[in-house]
């Protein structure tokens, strides 16, 4: 899935595979792409390539992004119903570790939905979740 990751051109292009991924890990979270604009899923498709062998990177590795994103929007308990309490208990596992490794890839895909306004309140407040304004 290496290569340009991009939105098409007129309909005549399609949208890259790392996008299409992307917004397919979004839909199986019950998120519609559409709830996320392109830069923000552009800017994470980017960031798992950077953290990732961008020349090999499964579409897993994408949708688990997408899931991440998902999370913080929906909430652990909208997560539970729709994937299970174990995919909802592994997930918040992660947002509770991304403070611990802020150079890391789920640290800079939470902090990228806070910046752009993605997190819901609850989940925010429920793992501690802001932006320093220093």
Same mark, same amino acid.
């Given at each position: 899935?290496?290569?340009?990751?991009?939105?098409?051109?007129?309909?005549?292009?399609? /949208?890259? =595979?790392?996008? /299409? =991924?992307?917004?397919?890990? @979004?839909? !199986?979270?019950?998120?519609?792409? +559409?709830? #996320?604009?392109?830069? #923000?899923?552009? *800017?994470?498709?980017?960031?798992?390539?950077?953290?990732?062998?961008?020349?090999? %990177?499964?579409? !897993? =590795?994408?949708?688990?992004?997408?899931? %991440?994103?998902?999370?913080?929007?929906?909430?652990?308990? /909208?997560?539970? &119903?729709?994937?299970?309490?174990?995919?909802?208990?592994?997930?918040?596992?992660?947002? &509770?570790? *991304?403070?611990?490794?802020?150079?890391?890839?789920?640290?800079? %895909?939470? @902090?990228? +939905?806070?910046?752009?306004?993605?997190? *819901?309140?609850?989940? +925010?407040?429920?793992?501690?979740?802001?932006?320093?304004?220093?």
């Amino acid at each position: 899935m290496a290569g340009r990751s991009s939105f098409g051109f007129m309909g005549r292009f399609g /949208r890259s =595979a790392d996008l /299409r =991924a992307f917004d397919k890990g @979004l839909r !199986r979270c019950d998120v519609h792409p +559409a709830q #996320v604009v392109d830069g #923000v899923k552009l *800017a994470a498709v980017r960031l798992v390539q950077k953290h990732g062998n961008a020349d090999s %990177l499964p579409e !897993r =590795a994408y949708e688990d992004a997408a899931a %991440l994103v998902a999370f913080t929007v929906l909430g652990e308990g /909208r997560m539970a &119903e729709l994937l299970g309490q174990g995919l909802a208990g592994t997930l918040a596992a992660r947002v &509770e570790r *991304a403070a611990d490794y802020p150079d890391g890839l789920d640290a800079e %895909l939470i @902090l990228l +939905a806070l910046h752009a306004g993605l997190v *819901a309140p609850h989940v +925010a407040d429920a793992f501690g979740l802001a932006i320093d304004e220093a």
